[in-house]
């Protein structure tokens, strides 16, 4: 018995030593602390106006809750889940007022439409009724307007801007989030931001769309190793579509890219390397790239436009049509005045106007 | 002797120490490498026209929750047709597909199959070519997308190489048993790490037969569905990739799923798993080791390994059969300094890359309390590894041909979709 004691004793420690790594398991398995699902499905929030529609929903639904005598008028005081709140019914002094003791610390509503001055700091979203022009160096966390939005020259936004009606963005502002309109994003010089909707995005003025090329350019000519893989022609290496010829259907270059001036490809493009288009050139379908994009003067990229470095629009250049709304996005996006797009723009890394 | 039975060995350590690797690379490109999803944020574009197929054999219980969230997509209902494909059910689903069909008509057009071959295979080689949609996306009867997830799914095709999507399955009943919970952790390490790393490396995603689809157009170019494999996403995945296509993966495209609730019916599904993988195996690893052209030699080594997958469960068990052999024959492998130190080094690191794997995922997932079950992946490994074992020697030694039939895993789910949801 004495003789079974030191090895009844090793084997106890040895099996607690293999259960030692069992026991945060355990106490997992016999009383659960994460057994819901992943909470990845469902997450509508990829439309661009997403945060400021659920924005609008909840807002609708707290001014349903105050008592009758705060639903019209100018109102101080807090919303049904204890959000601080100002409703400015008229034009008034109220937003100065406020703004003179310091920051605007509540989420505001204007009835009417409005002007400011310039220099708010709004630390709550700023809800406009009607059309709002704002004043240079606003710093608005989030704003909806529910026709005409214009945000003053060197303005900021933390989280999103919409309008139903157009946005105007001033030269110099920064936005971190969202913009989005219903109608008509114009973005001034040198605004930088992440992600914007509307039918229309222009740099600027909207570029008018590129005139019809002639319907009976020439055929470009293929490369002896051009091979046909279903509906596409693949072709190994660099490759320059000549000035003023046309390709059939869809392409991937396995290499840089070049579609020449006034060319036309009839379908997609997809490069490995970086993709040019030179000037007046025209991709009927989407342009993919690896690496970067870049869409000459008065180019027109009728479907998305995707680059995995970096995409760059010159002058009148156009991504999408007003039937055919697309996606410009990359990394990084920059785009001059002119430049046009028709549905979305999406640079997680930053995208910048000149 | 000594020789006939160290030389395997060390083939076998030599290919186990690969798949190692393999799964390191794999983990830190996830943990620190760049992220490449280029077609995630397309979310306005020309939408092109889609068929989403529903292959459904006594489908009756989940059918239902999966039209209803098909229908409440976020897709322009012109170009969006559900064809749900009932092949010889007798438990009602028959009725409850007509019932949609007429109260969506041109929405949702039903198949009935009573004849031909059954199987999921055969039921989408049979009704392909019952739509001339540009997209053909192929989900399971017991799935619930969410709404944007067709938008998700179709968005990769606008890249013109791109033959297949496959999107992330998640488990919905994840809390029901022990075992659900591993296979989450298992599904976690699968796409959040393995899945999305080759897709980071531009190696061969696999396209694994649901919440995804193909190119019409590339499907015609390889001959369209095959009914004799019993792994049709795995054999369609190798056809394209061979034939010039693109296969991609898409980590934000989520999509629910019922795991088995079982282990008998966790068993079954892995033994069906291995022998298809092990047929595409057989047939594709020399057209891939050819190398076509437009392949680099990256892909063809990621795609012999993720071929060699489940063949390495019956290797490394001949592995252990060898070692152990060698040992009480009295012919230990040579001894030395760099030898200790490989065995050291492999079963400090190597053993557990794997596990590594599954961490790094659900770290990934910002999970947190479900990692502390790791250490229970061992049961689901050992258990998977006679599955394997058992499968792979029946189909080597069983010579006949294997009739096709509908290899089903069992639903759990009752009530709506909405209580699937919420009950777990």
């Known amino acids: 018995m004495i003789l079974a004691l030191p090895f009844l004793g090793l084997l106890t420690l040895t099996l607690a030593w293999f259960l030692l790594p069992l026991l945060p398991g355990l106490r997992e398995v016999l009383r659960p602390t994460d057994i819901a699902p992943l909470k990845v499905v469902d997450r509508a929030s990829g439309h661009v106006a997403h945060f400021a529609r659920n924005f609008r929903r909840y807002l609708e639904q707290q001014v349903a809750g105050l008592p009758t005598e705060a639903q019209a008028g100018d109102f101080f005081g807090r919303l049904p889940d204890g959000t601080p709140f100002l409703r400015v019914h008229k034009q008034s002094d109220a937003i100065e007022r406020e703004a003179r003791q310091g920051l605007q610390s509540q989420l505001v509503v204007i009835d009417t439409p409005a002007t400011l001055t310039g220099g708010e700091t709004f630390l709550m979203e700023l809800y406009v009724r009607a059309s709002m022009v704002g004043g240079p160096g606003a710093v608005y966390r989030a704003v909806y307007a529910e026709h005409d939005l214009v945000l003053g020259d060197d303005s900021a936004v933390l989280r999103w801007a919409h309008a139903c009606g157009r946005l105007t963005v001033g030269n110099r502002c920064t936005v971190r989030g969202r913009l989005s309109s219903d109608a008509l994003v114009r973005l001034g010089g040198s605004v930088v931001f992440e992600r914007v909707g509307a039918p229309v995005i222009s740099v600027g003025e909207p570029a008018d769309l590129p005139p019809d090329l002639p319907s009976a350019l020439p055929l470009c000519p293929l490369p002896a190793g051009a091979r046909t893989i279903g509906n596409f022609v693949r072709i190994q290496g660099d490759f320059t579509v000549p000035d003023g010829t046309r390709i059939a259907g869809h392409l991937v270059v396995a290499g840089r890219t070049r579609i020449g001036l006034g060319a036309i490809v009839e379908g997609s493009v997809k490069s490995y390397g970086d993709l040019v288009l030179a000037a007046e050139s025209r991709i009927r379908g989407a342009a993919v790239t690896r690496a970067s994009l870049s869409i000459g003067p008065a180019a027109w990229v009728e479907g998305p436009a995707i680059a995995e470095a970096r995409l760059s629009l010159d002058r009148g250049a156009v991504i999408g049509g007003p039937d055919t709304p697309a996606t410009a996005s990359a990394p990084v996006i920059e785009l001059a005045q002119g430049a046009t797009v028709y549905g979305q723009i999406s640079a997680m890394g930053g995208a910048r106007t000149l | ?424």
């Not at chain 2, 488990?171 to 080759?198: I, S």
């Not at chain 2, 056809?239 to 799923?257: D, F, H, I, P, T």
């Open chain 2, 1 to 424: 002797m000594r020789l006939a039975l160290l030389v395997p060995l060390y083939l076998i350590v030599a290919a186990i120490v690969v798949y190692a690797i393999r799964h390191y690379i794999f983990t830190l490109n996830r943990l620190f490498g760049r992220h490449r999803q280029p077609y995630v944020d397309i979310g306005t574009a020309p939408w092109p026209s889609v068929a989403v197929f529903l292959p459904c054999h006594n489908e009756a219980k989940v059918v239902g929750h999966m039209l209803d969230a098909l229908l409440g997509a976020d897709y322009p209902v012109d170009r969006l047709v559900i064809i749900p494909i009932n092949d010889r059910s007798t438990d009602g689903t028959a009725q409850v597909v007509d019932d949609y069909a007429v109260q969506f008509p041109g929405r949702i057009r039903a198949i009935h199959r009573s004849g031909g071959p059954p199987g999921k295979a055969a039921a989408l080689k049979e009704c392909s070519g019952a739509s001339d949609a540009t997209i053909h996306l192929v989900f399971d009867a017991d799935y619930l997308p969410g709404r944007g997830l067709i938008k998700q799914l179709v968005a990769p095709f606008f890249d013109p190489e791109v033959g297949a999507v496959m999107g992330r399955v998640v488990p919905l009943n994840v809390k029901r048993t022990l075992l659900t919970r591993l296979l989450d952790l298992e599904r976690a390490g699968g796409y959040q790490v393995d899945q999305q790393a080759r897709m980071n490396l531009r190696l061969i995603p696999q396209y694994g037969g649901t919440v995804g689809g193909v190119r019409r157009a590339a499907l015609e170019h390889v001959g369209g569905w095959h009914d004799d494999t019993l792994a049709e996403d795995t054999d369609m995945t190798f056809r394209l990739v061979l034939a010039g296509w693109e296969v991609v993966y898409q980590n934000r495209s989520e999509c629910y799923e019922e795991v088995p609730e079982t282990w008998p019916a966790r068993i079954h599904q892995i033994k069906r798993w291995a022998q298809g993988h092990n047929q595409s195996l057989a047939r594709y690893w020399w057209p891939l080791l050819k190398r076509p052209a437009h392949l680099p030699w990256r892909a063809v080594v990621d795609g012999i390994l993720l071929l060699g997958v489940f063949a390495m469960a019956p290797l490394l068990a001949v592995g252990w059969a060898l070692a152990v052999a060698l040992y009480y024959l009295g012919m230990p492998p040579a001894a030395g300094l760099l030898v200790i130190l490989a065995i050291a080094l492999y079963g400090t690191l190597g053993n557990f890359a794997a596990f590594f794997e599954v961490a790094a995922a659900a770290r990934l997932d910002g999970s947190r309390g479900r990692i502390k079950l790791l250490p229970f992946m061992i049961v689901g490994f050992l258990v998977s590894l006679v599955s394997v074992c058992l499968a792979t020697l029946a189909q080597v030694f069983t010579r006949r041909k294997r009739d096709l039939r509908w290899e089903k895993t069992e639903r759990y789910r009752a009530g709506s979709a909405t209580a699937a949801r919420s009950d777990s």
